[in-house]
């Protein structure tokens, strides 16, 4: 079950629906597959005998397994299925004296292409979501490779592809990684990072995981920043981008990004206040750059993901995850 709106099943999925292509032809695909709102839903437990509430209940406890409502259908469409090919784009700084251990940096180059049309736009940008992700990579990259003295490991920056198709891209690499994932340090995601100003405090997600939490909260006292928890996974937003591949595979992860602590709030607001209002922007067609973006604390976060993975690139650590974790055993031992 979603949080999220069903304008967002909508958007997401006006276009084609992309899937990994298999070698046995997909024939293990279930025949049909989709979305129903939370109403339909309810409607084909009833109609089932299956108590709705008690069930959506029963499937945020753990050891919940799926189950068939023994309901039969004949459902009939028409779809068009086509092969196609999409690319994960890679660059890599070779690291100096330890050359195969890497840090890598993802953000996916995917938006939602063109769809269902909004006031006439059908075009969907994802200037936030996540061309300024991808901007980031590059800033980095630039950043990077004109040190005076290149970093000891080696450091790749991976835009994927798919990602806005269940984390597609993602999944690619990690069943077909170019570089060993049990030598490869971290993964830090860059999803998402709007205009906003400059903060005093860095918003800490999937916090208590793993020991890339002391990363980003000395990363963050460089830049002044306090280091706010947030863990509240409720929309689910742990799963829904590409660090959870890489999580799934024992890779540990960075998510971080500015909060709303804003050093100067009388101009943030002021800001929101001029630009923002009553726009909700993703993901719109609306999603689009704009000469009035304030990068400043967007910047400042890019800094701390490039001090991050500046230091784990030098100081030949690998981040472990803590006990308890699900995904640590997942990581080959180090
Ligand atoms: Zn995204």
């Not at 276009?15 to 109403?39: D, H």
């Not at 607001?269 to 909700?280: D, F, P, R, T, V």
Request: net charge negative.
């Amino acid at each position: 079950m979603k949080s999220y709106g069903w304008d967002v099943v909508q958007n997401s999925h006006s276009s084609a629906c992309l899937t990994l292509y298999s070698e046995e032809g997909n024939k293990k695909l279930i025949p049909y597959q989709g979305w129903v709102t939370g109403e339909a839903a309810k409607k084909l437990f009833d109609a089932a005998g299956v108590p709705f509430d008690a069930s959506m209940a029963a499937t945020k406890k753990k050891g919940f397994k799926s189950f068939p409502l023994k309901l039969k259908t004949s459902i009939a469409s028409t779809n068009e299925i086509e092969f196609g090919e999409s690319a994960n784009v890679v660059g890599m700084i070779p690291g100096v004296t330890l050359k195969d251990e890497y840090i890598i940096y993802s953000a996916h180059w995917d938006h939602l292409g063109i769809g269902q049309a909004v006031a006439g736009d059908s075009i969907y940008n994802g200037a936030y979501d996540n061309a300024t992700g991808i901007a980031a990579l590059a800033l980095m990259g630039r950043r990077f490779a004109s040190l005076p003295e290149q970093p000891k490991r080696s450091i790749l920056f991976l835009a994927l592809t798919a990602e806005e198709s269940n984390l597609l891209g993602s999944q690619y690499y990690v069943e077909n990684p170019l570089v060993s994932l049990e030598k490869t340090a971290v993964c830090l995601n860059l999803d998402c990072y709007a205009d906003y100003m400059r903060t005093g405090d860095v918003v800490l997600s999937a916090a208590g995981q793993s020991e890339t939490d002391n990363y980003v909260i000395e990363a963050a006292a460089t830049q002044g920043g306090t280091v706010v928890i947030n863990n509240d996974n409720s929309t689910g937003w742990y799963y829904r981008s590409d660090h959870y591949n890489f999580a799934k595979m024992g890779v540990p992860i960075v998510i971080a990004k500015g909060g709303n602590k804003y050093l100067d709030p009388e101009a943030a607001q002021a800001y929101y206040e001029k630009y923002h209002k009553g726009i909700s922007n993703y993901p719109q067609p609306s999603d689009e750059y704009h000469e009035w973006w304030n990068l400043s604390g967007t910047l400042e976060d890019i800094y701390l993901f490039y001090g991050i993975g500046l230091r784990l690139a030098n100081d030949g650590y690998f981040p472990k995850w803590y006990d308890g974790v699900e995904f640590k055993k997942l990581r080959v031992k180090k």
